[in-house]
């Protein structure tokens, strides 16, 4: 047996990722991190402790069995890691790359009490890399129950609700605005950070399932979230719309030409490919001199997505100062080696003409810290006599979304009173047999806690319609191609379909 | 969904065409004033167009189209009969509230005859009595004229030249109509946005109240991304999820049109590659013709 682990005896530094050189890659939209090798993997697992508190699970928005899959690729066993992983989580791949790690499994675990916490994120996006280049889909025997289940919305939380209604047997659609399914990991995240190939390799895993994709489907329009659960036959329905409707700062000049939301950036760039204008056919304002408001993971992106659009300078403006700064540290880090211009503690106090629509600058004042506020963050004050103009010719806002109102338009859901849909502690809405989840009920949050909440959901509906999971386990091919004593090739399993 | 296919198609004049696409859910659903986003095809842009018709038996929408710019150009260029659009959204927007009004006119600029025309019918079925105004540059340019007419219990046509109707704007007619009608208690104008202005101010000193229906350039169309806002009196609203129709008397027009001219360099520049890979395709066309006849 090998000897216990202590913090003394681990690897002491945390195994780098290997990385684009920051001045090629703020050029180019390819991923900036490549990810671990098997020998980076397994180095890095090895400073995992196997500690008895296991507080990274605790920490885990989904319960991820965090030590046991680390365990598993210490031995080189990716595929049971993977099983591990998907016994709880579905997008490793995905999470891997987007969760704020720092503030969640890394934040508490036992070796960053002395050390660099141990890279579980890094781990979790190698083995989800793994699984895709692998074609591995933990793809349980499904027998149909008859009930038909209706997801709007095919970001995170629908996504997340489909895969585990659909393995209780229920035949799910997906119902989705957009021509292409995703959500904000489609039209949100830029390409460095999450490709494209990754989303659709996820989603692919969903189609595996039997699940339907349903684009070009404006829920509450195209029909009601009541015809639905009446004449279209869905047994129940789950939403999971996303926040949009992003916020203005509603000072002089956020209407001119040159000032837009990241969101509407993200958008162009991203799902309606600008960047490749004119080859695409939409459009993007590219400016000399980008100031970007705001300082959270959209606020990173429409940064580095302005600096890969060839901006000569980008700003970052933000009210508080960089330990507030709500973006996963890992963005920040990127965003600063990248060349963004970080002004902490200052505040847009007006967007200023050009004269011919357009934006020639912005005046700002500079602010300090106060009195902590309801948040337990001291709250910015400006600095009386401190303002200052600066020229920029785009303007992006990245601070933060109020609620979709489609939803509320639309349908008898009860809203809160800041317009999100309200449910119970069961994520059910206030009609019957309609749940919801992810940001369009809790405001903007991530996407491992819109995941959850699409999990969540499934359990209550799996309540609500009477039914069960068969219990069956996932089916794990082994190396030698023999499950259960017959050979793999020859078999047939009545009950068990294999990927 | 997918699948949508052009089952009809008509040619107004060299700019203007309407295309009939099938949708049967969409047909049940759309309510006049609401619109839809379109893609011809998968490097395409999103654009928004009214749905000037909808048929629930055929199981059809129509759209009424004005070549313009590089996407609405290359789609009159495409979208033949039998053909399909690769996505189509909708319908979107709030629909028109038909009020109670006992009285209205319906004001169509040019193209905005046609998002118009299913205001016009739901007005006339509510029991209103609907005058009808229409303007156009010259008579060649006149489509609907019937189908407007049928839903009108009065019908004024108007041409910049004269040609058809009366000389002048829409202005006019509406100035004609207040005279004869001092009991109209409901304006309703679409049109370009200067059109849309003009009959604002023809109604603001009578205060008759002046719906207008809003076309800023939009993204996503389902409130996501902000690109369509609007100012309407001292509020910022999102036109695809908040409208598209307001009240025109609080509008600024004048943002909405400094707004619509954010991309004209871009829009100039996918105007001029695809301009100049057609005359590309053209040539290869024409060499591979001649090499086919010199064999
Ligand atoms: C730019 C950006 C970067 C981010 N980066 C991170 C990150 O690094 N890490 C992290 O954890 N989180 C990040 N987030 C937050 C995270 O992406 C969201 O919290 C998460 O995606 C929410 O998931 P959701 O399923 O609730 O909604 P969404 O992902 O918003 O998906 C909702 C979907 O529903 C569709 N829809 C809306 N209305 C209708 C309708 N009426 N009918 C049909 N379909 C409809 C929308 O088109 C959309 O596709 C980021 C967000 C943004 C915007
Ligand atoms: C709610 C709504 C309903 C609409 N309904 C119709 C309709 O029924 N029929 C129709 O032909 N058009 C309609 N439009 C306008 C149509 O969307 C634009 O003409 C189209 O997007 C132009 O695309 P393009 O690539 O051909 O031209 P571009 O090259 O993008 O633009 C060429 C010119 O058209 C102007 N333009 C671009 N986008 C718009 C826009 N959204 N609205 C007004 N002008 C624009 C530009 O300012 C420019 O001057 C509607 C717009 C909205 C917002
Ligand atoms: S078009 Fe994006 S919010 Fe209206």
Known sequence: ?499 | MSNFEIVAREDFSDVTYLLEVRHPLMAKAARPGQFVIVMSHEHGERIPLTIADFDQVKGTITLVIQAVGKTTREMQQVCKLGTTLYAIVGPMGVPSPISHAKKVVCVGGGLGVAPMFPQARAFKESGAYVIGVVGFRNKDLVFWEDKFRACCDEFIICTDDGSAGIKGLVTEGIRQAIEKHPDIDEVVAIGPPVMMKGCAEATRAHKIKTMVSLNPLMVDGTGMCGGCRVKIGDEVKFACVDGPDFDGHLVDFDDLMTRLRRYTKEERMALDHWEQSCRLQKEIDAAAQAALLAR
């Open chain 1, 1 to 499: 047996m090998a000897k216990k682990k202590t913090i003394r005896t681990i690897p002491q530094e945390r195994t780098p990722m290997l990385e684009q050189d920051p001045r090629a890659r703020a050029k180019n939209f390819e991923e900036v991190s490549y990810g671990y090798r098997l020998q980076d993997a397994m180095r890095e697992a090895e400073r995992c402790l196997l500690c008895p508190d296991q507080p990274c699970i605790a920490g885990c928005p989904v319960g991820i069995d965090i030590p046991s899959f680390i365990e598993k690729i210490g031995k080189k066993d990716l595929r049971g890691a993977y099983d591990v992983i998907t016994a709880t989580s579905l997008l490793p791949a995905i999470c891997g790359r987007v969760c704020p790690q720092e503030n969640q499994c890394e934040g508490v675990c036992t070796v960053g009490e002395s050390l660099e916490a141990v890279a579980i994120g890094r781990l979790e996006r190698f083995v989800g890399d793994a699984a895709i280049a692998e074609g591995w889909a933990n793809i349980p025997y499904i027998e149909p129950n008859g009930f038909k289940v209706g997801i709007v919305g095919s970001g995170p939380a629908g996504i997340a609700c489909a895969a585990d209604m659909a393995k209780a047997g229920c035949d799910v659609t997906v119902f989705e605005a957009f021509h292409q399914p995703g959500g904000v990991l489609r039209y949100g995240i830029p390409d460095f950070r999450l490709p494209n190939e990754v989303i659709d390799a996820e989603i692919g895993k969903l189609v595996g399932l039997g699940v339907r994709f349903e684009c070009n489907t404006l829920v509450g329009r195209l029909f009601t979230i009541e015809q639905m659960i009446g004449e279209m036959g869905f047994s129940a329905v789950f939403v999971g719309t996303g926040a949009g409707y992003p916020t203005m700062l509603g000072i002089p000049g956020d209407s001119l030409n040159g000032v837009l939301s990241a969101n509407e950036l993200l958008t162009r760039c991203n799902l309606m490919r600008a960047k490749e204008f004119p080859n695409y056919d939409t459009p993007l304002p590219i400016g000399k001199r980008v100031a970007v408001i705001g300082s959270g993971n959209t606020a990173m992106d429409a940064m580095r997505v302005s600096l890969r659009l060839g901006s000569e300078k980008v700003y970052c403006i933000y009210r508080r100062s960089k330990a507030e700064a709500p973006a996963r540290a890992e963005e920040v880090h990127h965003a600063e080696e990248e060349g963004v211009e970080f002004h902490w503690l200052t505040n847009p106090v007006a967007v200023l003409d050009d004269g011919k629509g357009g934006v020639r600058g912005m005046t700002c004042i500079k602010m300090e810290l106060g009195e902590p506020d309801d948040s337990g963050r001291r709250r910015p004050v400006p600095v009386e006599g401190s303002e200052f103009d600066f020229e920029c010719d785009v303007i992006v806002y990245a601070i933060g979304t109020n609620a979709n109102p489609i939803m509320g338009q639309t349908s008898k859901l009860k809203l809160n009173k800041w317009g999100y849909i309200a449910t119970d502690e069961h994520l059910a809405t206030s009609v019957a047999g309609v749940f919801a989840g992810g940001d369009i009920v809790t405001g903007a949050a991530t996407v491992i806690e819109a995941m959850g909440a699409g999990r969540r959901a499934a359990a209550s509906m799996k309540a609500y319609l009477g039914i069960r999971d068969s219990n069956l386990p996932y089916v794990v091919p082994d190396e030698s191609g023999i499950l259960f004593g017959i050979p793999l090739r020859e078999r047939n399993f009545a009950r068990v379909r294999v990927a």
